[in-house]
């Protein structure tokens, strides 16, 4: 079974601090998909990153930073000089071709960035 | 040019009601979902549809039917509403054949069953 562990249930900041965010995933695929998907107070679903499990190299886009262990099964989501504007629930999802690529969500974190 | 949209945004009805909710996607992808959200945030699958034939049934009741008129479309029609069915669905789309397979989502539908 596929299962997506997001262990942070609510992360407080202050503007311009850095933040991780940990997913530790577990899977019996040898090929599968990680992904982290942002959903703003206005509720809708924003698509972030995908990461295939072939591909352990970590991924830079302006602020936000990927760092995908397989070793130790993790996909952390880092994000450098927090805004407000990031404050947000944070999902980590698997996918697999086995599961019909259906996602597999965590639970989320939940990210308060205060001015 | 919206790439997934559902409608309605908001739905409100009472118990025993049934109820649709639409989604339509211009992306040109191969396959189709619905997820659920409840109020406590989690997301899970319900249903897949790849090419308009059914791929992932989660053990959802079968209250809730999905229908795909073609590859652009995906239906969910829900029979005889509970209580608990209030939460927020999604409806996702995807290119399942390919190397970019990542889910794009609809807005939502937020479901209110009094």
């Known amino acids: 079974a596929q299962k997506v562990t997001q262990a942070q249930t609510e992360i407080s900041v202050v503007e311009k601090e850095d933040v991780t965010l940990d997913c530790v995933y577990e899977t019996r695929d040898t090929t599968y998909y990680l992904f982290w998907y942002k959903q703003p107070p206005s509720g809708e679903l924003v698509f972030l990153i995908r990461?295939?499990?072939?591909?352990?190299q970590n991924e830079i886009s302006g602020r936000y930073s990927w760092n995908f262990q397989k070793s130790t099964s993790s996909f952390n989501f880092t994000i450098t000089a927090s805004q407000v504007v990031d404050s947000a629930v944070y999902f980590c999802?698997?996918?697999?071709?086995?599961?019909?690529?259906?996602?597999?969500f965590g639970t989320g974190t939940r990210l308060l960035v205060s001015p | 040019d919206t790439a997934v949209s559902q409608t309605p945004k908001y739905l409100v009805t009472q118990m025993g009601n049934d109820k649709s909710i639409k989604c339509e996607q211009n992306l040109g992808h191969d396959t189709m979902y619905w997820y659920k959200q409840d109020s406590k945030k989690f997301l899970k699958i319900m249903f897949s549809?790849?090419?308009?034939?059914?791929?992932i049934n989660e053990t959802v009741p079968n209250r809730f039917s999905p229908k795909s008129p073609d590859k652009a479309h995906l239906n969910l029609h829900i029979n005889s509403l509970e209580l608990g069915d209030s939460a927020v669905y999604f409806c996702?789309?995807?290119?399942?054949?390919?190397?970019?397979?990542?889910?794009?989502f609809g807005p939502g539908t937020r479901l209110t069953v009094l």
């Open positions: 999802a698997l996918s697999s071709n086995t599961g019909f690529q259906k996602l597999v």
């Open positions: 996702a789309s995807s290119q399942v054949r390919g190397p970019y397979n990542e889910q794009f």
């Open positions: 549809y790849n090419n308009k034939e059914l791929i």
């Open positions: 990461r295939n499990s072939f591909d352990e």
